[in-house]
């Protein structure tokens, strides 16, 4: 979109981009740009919240008056206000890591059973070895350099929250997002884990493992984790 943005400029037509991931606007540099802190595939916050999504459209149209120089960029401070729902404590999630890992990998092809269909495959893996692959990484205390490709790590790391994230959905009542995303980063061990690895990733020589850095934990959480 921050691509479009400058051809459409540049067509005389203004354009203001809405930003989820602050990084691709910062290195393309559209004409005008409003950063906000919600997950990905919600720009405008929650669906629910139309007022919030109003205030969202008039901080974005708002920099239209401003005349540049570009780029413009703003920043919406609101949040998602998704309301939070209880998460009901999945089988042994107070163990450790590989115990935790095991149940919801259970919990998760219960699931894949009851509804036929599920988003897990980016890493090419079987979601066991896709499991036992994270495992090991996580016992390896952050020398992950030189033995999988950043690429590959972006992939396996999707494809292990879309299990746990599919196997807390099969809970009933489903959970709405903003609650799965509580729960994830702040009551699991994955969540935990893959918090580390993004502290490990960024102090790394490694620039792929620098860029993957950026999509281990959301840009919501960052701040929320004060990371």
């Given at each position: 979109m921050c691509t479009?943005?400058?051809?459409?400029e540049n067509a005389g037509i203004a354009t203001v981009v809405i930003s989820l991931i602050?990084?691709?606007?910062?290195?393309?540099?559209?004409?005008?740009?409003?950063?906000?802190?919600?997950?990905?595939?919600?720009?405008?916050?929650?669906?629910?919240?139309?007022?919030g999504q109003k205030a969202v459209l008039r901080a974005a149209l708002g920099l239209l008056e401003n005349p540049g120089p570009g780029p413009v960029f703003g920043a919406?401070?609101?949040?998602?206000?998704?309301?939070?729902?209880?998460?009901?404590?999945?089988?042994?999630?107070?163990?450790?890591?590989?115990?935790?890992?095991?149940?919801?990998?259970?919990?998760?092809?219960?699931?894949?059973?009851?509804?036929?269909?599920?988003?897990?495959?980016?890493?090419?893996?079987?979601p066991k070895d896709c499991c036992?692959?994270?495992?090991e990484l996580a016992r390896q205390n952050g020398k992950f350099t030189g033995r999988y490709s950043g690429k590959h790590l972006r992939f396996l790391i999707d494809d292990l929250k879309t299990i746990y994230f599919e196997a807390a959905c099969y809970q009933q009542p489903p959970l709405a997002s903003a609650s799965l995303h509580n729960w994830f980063w702040q009551g699991t061990r994955a969540g935990a884990v893959l918090t580390e690895m993004r502290a490990d990733f960024l102090k790394s020589?490694?620039?792929?493992?620098?860029?993957?850095?950026?999509?281990?934990?959301p840009g919501e959480w960052v701040d929320t984790l004060n990371l």
């Open positions: 479009l943005a400058h051809s459409l602050r990084m691709h606007s910062d290195i393309i540099r559209p004409p005008r740009a409003l950063f906000v802190p919600f997950e990905l595939g919600r720009p405008l916050g929650d669906p629910r919240d139309t007022d919406f401070e609101g949040r998602d206000r998704t309301t939070p729902t209880t998460v009901q404590p999945l089988p042994r999630a107070d163990l450790d890591f590989q115990a935790e890992i095991s149940d919801i990998l259970s919990l998760y092809h219960r699931a894949f059973v009851s509804k036929g269909r599920t988003t897990f495959g980016n890493s090419g893996l079987t036992a692959q994270f495992t020589d490694n620039k792929s493992l620098k860029l993957v850095a950026n999509f281990i934990v």
